[in-house]
């Protein structure tokens, strides 16, 4: 099965460009989504399709996926960006959904 | 505005059963393809089943297939997710979520994700 794997944390000061990956195989071919997660709160959507913005979702967070390595990036970090950042692909040999482990952000 | 509401979550014994809801609403519930994903208790997200639009297919992960079956009703606007036999590690918070996706010329299905989900419903599974 398709494995992705994340940094189990990341860590950047307010003001900051935080960037947080995803790796798999070719998932430059896939297209990635990531969810936020903060605590005790459901996920929520904040990039689509490597790099599209569900409405709601700041221009502070953008997407990129090329070759082995997917990659949200969130510029201008505030305390409030703190949470879980999980990605997503759909696996087309087992149609199956896929998520990532998940990288905690801290800020510092 | 587009909710999705789950319930049914509690404490069970290992090897009972357990139906999970989500109710549906601001959405026309049977264009949509739908989903139940898990989180154990300080984990991350696992992907349990989907069922296609009319119920006409439905797949599940390979930790619950033969256990857990999804279910809707789209007269009712609801999502179900019928759990059995259950174990320890089926100890989780289930989210129920709509599936959006994306498709080429010929209709193939190119990419799907999830927007939006529940808030999720807790099921423990203990003696």
């Known amino acids: 099965s398709y494995v992705l794997t994340q940094p189990p944390s990341v860590s950047v000061a307010p003001g900051q460009t935080a960037r947080i990956t995803c790796g798999g195989n070719?998932?430059?071919?896939?297209?990635v989504h990531w969810y936020q997660q903060k605590p005790n709160q459901a996920p929520v959507l904040v990039v689509y399709?490597?790099?599209d913005r569900p409405s709601g979702i700041p221009e502070r967070f953008s997407g990129s996926n090329s070759g082995n390595t997917a990659t949200l990036t969130i510029s201008r970090v505030e305390a409030g960006d703190e949470a879980d950042y999980y990605c997503q692909v759909w696996d087309t040999s087992s149609d199956q959904v896929v998520f990532g482990g998940g990288t905690k952000l801290t800020v510092l | 505005q587009v909710q999705l509401v789950e319930s049914g979550g509690g404490v069970v014994q290992p090897g009972r059963s357990l139906r999970l809801s989500c109710a549906a609403s601001g959405f026309i519930f049977s264009d949509f393809v739908m989903h139940w994903v898990r989180q154990a208790p300080g984990k991350g997200l696992e992907w349990v089943a989907v069922i296609w639009y009319d119920g006409s297919n439905k797949y599940y992960a390979d930790s619950v297939k033969g256990r857990f079956t999804i279910s809707r009703d789209n007269s009712k606007n609801t999502l179900s997710l019928q759990m059995n036999s259950l174990r320890a590690e089926d100890t989780a918070v289930y989210y129920c979520?709509?599936?959006?996706?994306?498709?080429?010329?010929?209709?193939?299905?190119?990419?799907?994700?999830?927007?939006?989900w529940g808030q999720g419903t807790l099921v423990t599974v203990s003696s």
């Open positions: 399709d490597d790099s």
């Open positions: 070719n998932i430059g071919s896939k297209s």
């Open positions: 979520a709509r599936e959006r996706e994306s498709r080429g010329w010929f209709g193939e299905l190119l990419s799907n994700w999830f927007d939006p």
